[in-house]
């Protein structure tokens, strides 16, 4: 019978403990000025006034350059050769939207632009988006209730029950127990103290939840329609606040296909 060497160095990355760490800085105003990546690189923020955020940068590199109105309200973002531009009104609301990109010609050594994005958006008196028109998509109409509910986007509709729950296409009923038990194929289950403990989508995906004493979500276990499977857990501190997520690295080791996010904190 064929033996495993566990001690040999080809075995570390299923026994090793793996910790990735993302840790973030903030001025006295609360505004987050840095942070820094499990490779050792820093994104900075830079902010002007009380913390209206102007650029963002790469260890010195500028990702994005942020511009704003006098109102201080975001009206154009720069991201490598991309511009988004932003039009909003007297309320704030956004109106239109376009992005350019500049494009190199290959062997000319010149430019063109391309509008990669341009969108528009029309509202009611009380706020709601009623219109939105796409380059790509085309125009897209939204009717509401006189509760501000919507019940229609475009060909699609929606209806729900006196205490405000979704319901399905084919449901009428209300939902009992204030609790969506079904819609459009997805199933949810619930705990005795009303949190969502299983999932069932509608294409075999299912995913187990599971909370600590003070109901608080601790870990995640989500089994995919192609039999693989991700585990994440959450940490909190003292405030209950979450200040951590991690992926379990030995099913990532156990399954090398998996995509290996940024967010894993190591081997649990």
Not at 16 to 43: C, M, Q, V, W
Not at 54 to 82: C, M, N, P, V, W
Not at 101 to 121: I, M, N, S, W
Request: with cysteine; aromatic share 10%; glycine share 8%.
């Amino acid at each position: 019978m064929p033996t495993t060497d566990w001690d040999n160095p080809e075995h570390d990355l299923i026994l090793l403990h793996k910790h990735r760490h993302i840790r973030h800085h903030y001025d006295s105003n609360g505004n987050r000025t840095a942070t820094e990546l499990p490779d050792g690189r820093s994104i900075n923020y830079l902010y002007y006034g009380s913390g209206h955020l102007h650029r963002i940068d790469l260890d010195g590199e500028i990702i994005s350059d942020i511009e704003r109105d006098k109102l201080h309200r975001e009206i154009e973002r720069t991201q490598g050769r991309l511009t988004s531009r932003y039009e909003l009104d007297p309320l704030g609301r956004l109106k239109q939207q376009t992005a350019i990109a500049d494009l190199p010609e290959t062997g000319t050594g010149k430019t063109r632009t391309l509008t990669a994005v341009k969108r528009r958006y029309g509202y009611d008196k009380t706020g709601n988006l009623t219109q939105s028109s796409d380059q790509r998509s085309g125009v897209t109409q939204f009717e509401y209730d006189k509760l501000g509910r919507i019940t229609k986007a475009d060909q699609e509709t929606f209806a729900f029950d006196p205490t405000h729950n979704i319901l399905s296409d084919d449901q009428t009923d209300k939902v009992a127990d204030n609790r969506l038990k079904i819609y459009n194929g997805i199933s949810y289950y619930y705990d005795d103290l009303g949190n969502l403990i299983h999932r069932e989508l509608a294409d075999g995906e299912v995913q187990n939840y599971f909370y600590d004493l003070h109901d608080q979500l601790v870990k995640v276990e989500i089994f995919k329609k192609d039999n693989s499977k991700e585990t994440w857990v959450y940490s909190y501190d003292a405030l209950d606040r979450r200040i951590g997520k991690g992926r379990d690295l030995c099913e990532i080791a156990l399954h090398p296909t998996a995509e290996l996010q940024t967010q894993d904190f190591g081997c649990f």
